[in-house]
């Protein structure tokens, strides 16, 4: 049988539109195999892309040339940088989407990349040969396509079940079949798997949503795009509204948790630590007495997305009747029409530990993994595994060897590392916290990080290299102007700037070094008159991280030498400053006695040890 494609992608979701474009990029013939053609690119959940750490990815994936980010402009109706009050490290690019914008987007996206052919049909088997090497994929209708290698990237369609209440039917998503028999053939294969669910909450009417009542939630004046290729959004901006559950709700909630398919046995999968259904904060946080709500249009008014509204933060398996009861006791919410209920979804996964950090199986050569497959939630987290396995996928079938992002240059090395030497127990989510080397991995300097992988690799096309080396030389030129061109102190002073006393002439990046507050910014902006915004904040934050990051690289490398330093018996783990929820309960639940066996807790981030050993050190000095 000849081989007609290098590499076949499984899935039309986020991973698998990211995966075989960035296939096709490197110049792999590609096809793209999904159950509906009309789905491609489809918001499954909420209608947003990015956020706190999930923005991150996104700018990443965008660097790459890949195309969440310019997606995401074209669709954007509401963008917000979150954080803004915090530093550049931890800022969060995020935008609200037009559902139909945002998957025509794609699709236009995917119809212009040479290479690509996109084919309508279920998998339901791998072609393996002797050796145990995939070589091909084989249709539920009997049609078979040989590759050299194969990306899965299924979402939630393996044996995908979703509930509603105590009733529940097969489908990977509402109105979408699940791919039952390629759940059944990797489960065969012998590879290890497991149980996963997420959830969606109602969706609303968006004309029974008394507005008038509700706080607003404006997004930014100026939209700040996602990718480096976007001049400017044109979309018209909407406002969304604010609103939150009451003492009542909970009650409803309360009184019917046995009718919850989480709750009344019907769901085996844990769910999203992050990102929980309703049931789950009332339950968990029983001491609250409201939780934030925020109503988001699906899509612009006066088109059909538009009709729909997305209440994020109510997630819900509830019966639809018992939906109804507990939605009208939100405040703008008493007379809502639920147009479609919320439901749960069960679905497999594959062990990411069974993936090398390229995402191909290590005892399966020529498949690759990206997605929710591996355990993840999240658009964005599954586009940036999708990118990095569909570049393999191509390099694997042309006889090359993988290539690999570490935690040091990349979110998506973070998430990956995570992946596959810890393994999940519920849906990996991507946070900022997560990463030991956030001062470097910023949202900002996405490109000038990982644009040159992508260049060797060859996934970014001639437009994206021009911008990059231009954006290269504007920024070299400004870093040597700000470190040589010398201000008097008292022109400075007058300026209100804040400088030392001692008479020495400054450089711009001797202020921004002393002071890169956003006050001092706007006192100093004379200076940076003449260039492009996005040259001088670089430079400001650059200054302003300067000194950290020799200390915060001090701190890594201290990491590997303190093993035997014993940790007090009596230690808070809630009061450590930077750990997570999450990590304060494994280190709580096993409670080490030094730190080596801090550093051996499955899934203990480094990021997580640095703020332990800081701690520590902290507390050693105090006593």
Not at 42 to 60: D, F, Q, T, Y
Request: with cysteine; net charge neutral.
């Amino acid at each position: 049988m000849s081989r007609v494609y290098d590499v076949i992608v499984v899935g039309g979701g986020h991973a698998g539109c990211e995966a075989a474009s960035a296939a096709a990029r490197t110049g792999a013939r590609t096809m793209l195999l999904t159950h509906r053609l009309e789905t491609i690119g489809i918001m499954s959940c909420n209608p947003a892309i990015g956020g706190i750490g999930k923005g991150h990815l996104v700018r990443e994936i965008d660097a790459l040339d890949g195309l969440m980010g310019v997606a995401a402009d074209r669709a954007g109706i509401h963008f917000k940088l979150l954080n803004r009050s915090k530093g550049p490290a931890v800022h969060g690019p995020r935008a609200q989407a037009d559902r139909s914008l945002y998957r025509q987007a794609i699709q236009d996206l995917l119809a212009q990349t040479e290479g690509l052919d996109i084919v309508e049909g279920a998998a339901g088997d791998l072609l393996v040969d002797g050796q145990g090497r995939v070589e091909g994929v084989v249709c539920e209708d009997g049609r078979t396509f040989v590759c050299g290698a194969v990306v899965l990237a299924t979402g939630t369609f393996l044996r995908g079940t979703i509930h509603v209440g105590h009733d529940s039917q097969p489908a990977g998503r509402v109105g979408d079949r699940p791919a039952n028999a390629l759940g059944e053939r990797l489960a065969a294969l012998g590879l290890r798997m497991g149980r996963l669910k997420t959830g969606t909450p109602a969706r609303i009417a968006r004309d029974s949503i008394d507005w008038n009542i509700l706080a607003e939630d404006r997004g930014d004046a100026v939209p700040e795009p996602f990718s480096r290729m976007t001049d400017t959004i044109t979309n018209p901006m909407v406002s969304c509204r604010i609103t939150a559950t009451t003492p009542r709700t909970h009650e409803i909630i309360r009184e019917n948790l046995q009718l919850s398919a989480l709750y009344g046995g019907a769901i085996s999968g844990r769910g999203p630590r992050y990102c929980p259904s309703i049931e789950d904060k009332v339950v968990r946080f029983a001491q609250r007495e409201s939780h934030q709500i925020f109503l988001e249009p699906e899509g612009l008014p006066g088109t059909p997305d538009g009709e729909l509204v997305y209440p994020n933060g109510i997630s819900t398996s509830l019966p639809e009747n018992v939906q109804v009861e507990m939605l009208r006791s939100i405040p703008g919410l008493e007379h809502c029409r639920i147009v479609r209920p919320g439901y749960a979804v069960e679905y497999d996964y594959v062990d990411p530990r069974e993936l090398a950090p390229t995402l191909g199986l290590k005892n399966m050569p020529g498949l690759f993994l990206a997605g929710q497959i591996n355990g993840t939630t999240g658009y964005e987290e599954a586009g940036a595994q999708g990118l990095l396995a569909g570049v393999n996928a191509a390099r694997c079938a042309a006889g090359q060897e993988g290539v690999t992002l570490d935690r040091g240059n990349a979110y998506i090395g973070v998430m990956i590392d995570d992946l596959t030497t810890q393994g999940v127990s519920e849906p990996y989510r991507m946070f900022t916290s997560r990463a030991e080397y956030r001062l470097t991995l910023r949202a900002d300097n996405a490109d000038l990080r990982l644009t040159p992988r992508g260049l060797e690799w060859g996934c970014v096309g001639t437009a994206r290299a021009q911008r990059y080396r231009m954006d290269c030389a504007a920024i070299e030129a400004a870093t040597e102007r700000a470190r040589n061109e010398t201000y008097n102190p008292d022109i400075l002073r007058r300026a209100g700037v804040n400088v030392s006393a001692d008479g020495r002439a400054r450089t711009l990046v001797d202020v921004l070094a002393t002071d890169a507050s956003p006050e001092t910014l706007a006192r100093i902006a004379p200076w940076f008159a003449d260039l492009p915004p996005r040259v001088a904040q670089h430079l400001a934050t650059e200054a302003r991280y300067s000194g950290y990051i020799s200390r915060q690289d001090r701190e890594i490398r201290q990491l590997a030498s303190e093993g035997r330093m014993t940790l007090p018996v009596d230690l808070d783990y809630a009061r450590v400053g930077g750990l997570s929820t999450e990590m304060q309960e494994r280190l709580s639940r096993v409670r080490p006695v030094t730190f080596g066996a801090a550093q051996r807790i499955p899934g203990i981030t480094p990021s997580a040890l640095v703020a332990l050993l800081a701690h520590v050190r902290q507390r050693q000095v105090a006593v």
